[in-house]
């Protein structure tokens, strides 16, 4: 038993180029450094392809291996591959034109006439723009308000590229406008504006909350000086018959 792991360890190392890529994709990958096949192809993004009808059982003896084991989605596996990675299919991309046509001559022509441009059952290929090779465009979204996504090197403000229905509060036509109601810096010409006085509070600075809390004390402390003093007209007024002696 330690002679087969001593073994593996040697077959794994010559077969990843040495000691330090074995230790990364052990790392990285659990067991993939020591899962030997046959490899079937690679795509745009590196993704490596590989096959074992002997050693594994079916579900475990198609498996890929990252072009970039430190930021790897699975994503990034496009959907011909994907097929063929789940036993959608038997034939590898790579030579699935070589298949199609080598079938051609043992399909059925129809009797009927058919005006479909695609000359076989695969249908309309349409190219596609991936983004850091992401298939799935739902991936390519900002992680957080005004940060991007940092994982896809997304700048920030960038727009989200999954599609968003018309009527969404997500689409950009759909989305509430920002309607400010003042400006903090209004007499300087600008540059605090604020959509709400919640919103101006956030934008004020220390001095200007302890100025506006002082007006408002002082405000406070008037207008009970006023009602005071109106209190004591009225005791006066019913004391003198309803009659008061000087000016208001």
């Not at 330690?2 to 330090?20: D, E, H, K, P, Y």
């Not at 496009?78 to 036993?87: D, F, N, Q």
């Not at 969404?168 to 400006?183: A, E, L, M, Q, T």
Request: glycine share 8%; charged share 25%.
């Amino acid at each position: 038993m330690v002679w087969s792991i001593v073994q593996n360890l040697r077959q794994g190392a010559q077969f990843r180029g040495g000691w330090w890529n074995l230790v990364l994709h052990m790392y990285t990958n659990g067991d993939f450094p020591f899962k030997f096949g046959t490899y079937m192809g690679c795509d745009s993004a590196g993704n490596r392809y590989y096959e074992n009808r002997v050693d594994y059982p079916f579900g475990q003896h198609r498996w890929v291996e990252p072009g970039d084991v430190n930021n790897f989605d699975s994503a990034s596996i496009p959907p011909e591959w994907h097929g063929w990675m789940t036993s959608m299919n038997d034939a590898p991309p790579n030579s699935e034109d070589d298949y199609v046509e080598a079938k051609k001559p043992y399909f059925i022509p129809l009797d009927i006439k058919s005006d479909a441009p695609a000359g076989d059952n695969l249908g309309h290929q349409e190219a596609l723009f991936n983004f850091k090779q992401m298939h799935n465009q739902s991936q390519i979204r900002s992680r957080g308000y005004n940060i991007g996504n940092p994982i896809l090197n997304l700048p920030p403000n960038v727009p989200d590229a999954y599609y968003t229905q018309p009527g969404s509060p997500y689409h950009p036509d759909f989305i509430k406008k920002r309607v400010d109601i003042g400006d903090l810096d209004e007499a300087a010409g600008g540059g605090r504006p604020y959509k709400s006085e919640k919103w101006a509070d956030r934008l004020r600075t220390t001095e200007e909350k302890e100025a506006l809390k002082a007006a408002a004390e002082e405000h406070q402390k008037k207008f009970i000086e006023k009602f005071q003093n109106r209190a004591k007209e009225q005791m006066a007024r019913r004391s003198r018959g309803g009659t008061i002696i000087g000016s208001r």
